[in-house]
């Protein structure tokens, strides 16, 4: 039996770049946000607790978008 393989490109455009840029930016503002909120509660609750701890999981990785976003910014300027 003979299988084919179809592949599609996808293509994306400079507008869908900056919308989903914006939104990892609000993204990482929200889980920034919502931690240092929570901080002060988390000594009180254990499960607020393990969400502060579990938000990094979000973080970091917007973090590393927010920060390739930045560089972009800087060498398109140069």
Known sequence: ???TVTTTTTTVTTAE???YSAIAVVALIVFLAL???LSSEAEN???VSSFISGTNVAIV???LVFVSI???KVVSII
Do not use: A, D, F
Request: aromatic letters at 6%; proline letters at 11%.
């Open 61 to 63: 990785p917007l973090l």
């Open 17 to 19: 770049v900056m919308t």
């Open 35 to 37: 931690k240092e909120i």
């Open 45 to 47: 609750r254990p499960s």
């Open 70 to 72: 930045v560089v972009y």
């Open 1 to 3: 039996m003979i299988s």
